[in-house]
């Protein structure tokens, strides 16, 4: 299931499907990302959504992002004044190729390689051939804790600009979160759980108090915000309005962790091992196309 009402999410699937066939693409999975899934929504938030697709001949050709501009291997739809605004859709061979090469037009992003895991990880999901289970425990497999680090430590060492002690709330959620997600990936070695509360529980109970605490105050904060100054049609007016006092016991958590990785330097996969994650990718492209094309059917019997 996706997030939302029936009738939101029967009309972003309509468009989906208006958009598979237009496109003549066969769209296999969709996640919900953002702060939705994350569970760090306020109600002005928009509903951003990834959709994966493959071609006819799928896995063949395997289309590598690194060689590629953006245009060949991600479509988007745009749809004007609604919560999603525009539909997002990945090559899939492509897209799982960002766990070896995360790079496209060209740049290398280790922002690409946490967009993969993140998809598969969400709670929130569209997903008729099982698609996540069957693949998640495979991905785990291709973690590499560097790329994850480096795209969260760029979010941890940013700097919140406050005000006698007060910050942006959204800024401060964000930066706790980095700190987490890496904290969590160095001690387990694979992907963290998308979902904040989720999260935070598997670090600290008494961290996780407080996200539990912060998440409900802003997010009553911010529908008081909407309502009371009849705000409509614009999207994250309120993540820049709703503010949060800063709290000793996230700082120093945030501030240990700064210090953790202050001299962290990202090391990139070697060729010996993306020829191993290559053979390895194989069989997850396996997976896919017996789950699309080939999974045995039975007959229906009332």
Not at 28 to 52: E, M, N, P, W
Not at 168 to 196: Q, W
Not at 222 to 242: F, M, P, Q, W
Request: aromatic share 14%.
């Amino acid at each position: 299931m996706l997030f939302g009402t029936e009738e939101l999410q029967k009309k972003l699937m309509e468009e989906v499907m208006a958009c598979e066939k237009e496109k003549h693409m066969k769209v296999v999975y969709g996640a919900l990302v953002g702060s939705i899934s994350k569970g760090l929504q306020l109600i002005d938030s928009d509903y951003d959504t990834r959709f994966l697709y493959i071609n006819e001949n799928f896995p063949n050709p395997i289309l590598y992002p690194d060689k590629l501009p953006e245009k060949e291997v991600i479509y988007r739809k745009y749809l004007g004044n609604t919560c999603f605004e525009k539909i997002p859709f990945w090559e899939m061979t492509s897209f799982l190729q960002y766990m070896i090469y995360p790079s496209i037009n060209g740049k290398f992003s280790t922002g690409l390689y946490n967009v993969v895991g993140w998809t598969y990880l969400s709670p929130y999901v569209w997903d008729p051939y099982g698609l996540q289970n069957k693949l998640l425990p495979l991905i785990q497999k291709f973690f590499f804790k560097d790329y994850y680090i480096d795209y969260h430590k760029t979010i941890l060492d940013n700097i919140l600009e406050e005000q006698n002690g007060v910050v942006i709330a959204k800024e401060y959620l964000n930066i706790l979160y980095s700190a987490l997600a890496i904290d969590y990936a160095d001690k387990y070695n694979h992907f963290p759980p998308v979902y904040m509360r989720t999260l935070s529980q598997c670090i600290s109970d008494e961290i996780s108090q407080v996200v539990d605490k912060w998440i409900c105050e802003i997010q009553k904060m911010a529908r008081g915000y909407i309502y009371d100054n009849k705000i409509t049609g614009l999207c994250h007016k309120a993540s820049v309005e709703i503010k949060l006092k800063r709290e000793k016991i996230i700082d120093e958590y945030i501030d240990k962790i700064r210090k953790k990785f202050r001299d962290f330097n990202m090391n990139c996969l070697k060729k010996s091992e993306t020829d191993i994650l290559e053979e390895k990718m194989k069989g997850v492209y396996e997976i896919v196309k017996r789950s699309v094309y080939k999974e045995e059917s039975i007959i229906e019997r009332w």
